[in-house]
């Protein structure tokens, strides 16, 4: 067990930080080991699942670390904006016999009680509120028999369901290997050891903070949760704690360069390496970091399969902002054709993404069918992205296929509308959705925010489309630009939101439409 080696190698090291606590790995495996011992006592049994509704606070960690050495199954991807109905929905459907969480939490908290609504799961026999007493204390020792080990780095460990956008979410199964894999081949690549302090930006809820305490537990250096005094920004949290390594999404990213600019600040104190993942870097965001002495890392993956593909700290900028590079130690990616999964594309074509290795998940809970239907027939798992390699075979996100505008029978992909509009300096953040049209069944829209004192006109962003090299079948039809956009947990655009939000009327995008006038402008 990789804790009990780093409690033992180097046990007043510091292991995990929030804003209540900072542990060192001694603490940290005292404290998992009396939670271990609580939940043996309360009659768990291998194989079964515990639930995580929390903040980012070091309890949630303590919780997984619990269920690994015990051999019990974390569920730890509850989202802070789930409502408590939600919460039993998707505990019922997984047939939790334990939760965690604390008053006060949840997209309904203020008039719905979780813990009188989990009271009808038929399957719970174990319920802790942190904010009560049944959580065991820091520094409180095991008060009943600890089991043995479960030593099985191929067992179940950890069920997170995914941010699909429609219907149910599945619940992705992963093992400790399976976990640990992304973990060891990124402080290989990335040469981490233990003198680095990560500050996970994104939520322990999402996979990028549990890639994050992988990382941490493979190479045993300090990990910061996202959780910090409420006077405080993510860029004061960073300075405070000593972050070297922060990971993200670019969201993340563009927010603290913002912040760091307003102060005067020439760098993030000691942050050198900025992990962003959910999608494409833009330029200036990774030249603004190069300029501070920080390397910008862009990551492709999926809780299925973690975060398989990066690129490296010798990469060129071009590599870095257009790429998500290769894929790791221990992985493999392919491009399959859309229409057929089981034929491999020609270099140099569009095709779907297809990965296999370590990393990959052990299938979805309790639906064989899924499971089944994400294969092709040499067993890659289909991801439903197309990318492109280029001629280093670094692969180029094109988009995903369920998220094609299809304008009169036209595919148009919104990744690249979108990556074309961030190159313009007066553009922050951009989204390109579609609008529902009677004629050609889509037309495309894109939503922009400016950067501070910035100002762009329609005309002039398609002029820049244009120039940059968008065909003008691409063009978008429909412009707004907004304060801001709506966002998952994790920090990406919930798109969407801004397809309701045009259907429903609570914006009105303009018109527009590029034409020679346009190109004389």
Not at 24 to 35: K, P
């Amino acid at each position: 067990m990789l804790l009990a080696y780093h409690a033992n190698a180097r046990p007043q090291a510091y292991a995990l930080r929030d804003s209540r606590h900072r542990l060192t790995w001694a603490q940290l495996l005292q404290w998992v080991d009396a939670l271990a011992a609580d939940l043996h006592a309360a009659g768990l049994k291998r194989g079964q699942r515990v639930s995580v509704w929390l903040p980012n606070r070091v309890e949630a960690v303590v919780v997984s670390l619990a269920c690994s050495r015990n051999g019990y199954v974390c569920n730890p991807s509850l989202h802070q904006n789930y409502t408590v109905s939600e919460i039993v929905t998707l505990m019922e459907r997984i047939q939790s016999v334990a939760l965690f969480t604390q008053a006060g939490y949840g997209a309904d908290a203020s008039k719905m009680d979780v813990f009188e609504a989990v009271k009808s799961l038929p399957t719970l026999k174990f319920v802790v509120r942190l904010d009560g007493d049944a959580f065991p204390v820091l520094g409180a020792k095991a008060t009943s028999a600890l089991p043995e080990v479960d030593s099985d780095p191929d067992k179940i460990v950890y069920l997170a369901f995914t941010s699909g956008t429609t219907g149910m979410p599945k619940g992705v199964l992963h093992s400790d290997n399976t976990l640990l894999a992304n973990g060891r081949a990124m402080v290989r690549d990335w040469h981490h050891d233990e003198h680095t302090v990560l500050y996970t930006h994104s939520p322990l809820s999402h996979h990028i903070a549990t890639v994050a305490l992988a990382q941490g537990l493979s190479a045993g250096f300090e990990v910061v949760l996202h959780d910090f005094p409420a006077a405080m920004k993510p860029l004061d949290w960073i300075l405070q704690t000593g972050a070297t390594y922060v990971m993200g999404v670019p969201t993340h990213a563009i927010d603290i360069l913002a912040d760091a600019r307003q102060r005067g600040l020439s760098a993030l104190g000691k942050v050198n390496l900025f992990y962003m993942a959910g999608s494409t870097i833009p330029p200036q965001t990774a030249v603004a970091f190069l300029d501070m002495g920080i390397k910008p890392q862009n990551i492709y993956g999926m809780t299925e399969n973690g975060s398989h593909q990066y690129t490296l700290p010798d990469d060129s900028v071009e590599i870095i902002t257009t790429t998500c590079g290769r894929a790791c130690h221990g992985y493999e990616t392919r491009l399959w054709d859309q229409e057929n999964p089981d034929i491999e594309v020609q270099p140099g074509e569009i095709g779907e993404i297809g990965t296999r290795g370590a990393l990959l998940m052990l299938g979805y809970f309790n639906n064989q069918s899924a499971t089944e239907d994400s294969f092709n027939a040499g067993g890659w798992f289909m991801s439903g992205d197309l990318g492109r390699m280029d001629e280093q075979g670094n692969l180029q996100i094109v988009g995903r296929k369920k998220d094609l505008i299809i304008r009169g029978g036209h595919n148009i992909h919104p990744s690249r509308i979108e990556n074309l509009a961030l190159k313009h300096a007066a553009v922050l953040k951009a989204a390109a959705y579609p609008v529902a049209d009677p004629r050609l069944g889509e037309r495309v829209c894109l939503a922009i925010i400016q950067r501070e004192g910035a100002n762009v006109e329609a005309e002039q962003l398609l002029l820049h489309l244009n120039l940059a090299g968008l065909s003008k079948y691409d063009m978008p039809e429909f412009f707004i630009c907004m304060d801001a956009f709506p966002l998952t947990a994790s920090g990406k655009i919930l798109k969407r939101e801004l397809v309701e939000w045009t259907r429903a009327g609570k914006i009105a995008p303009t018109p527009v439409r590029f034409s020679t006038e346009t190109r004389m402008i």
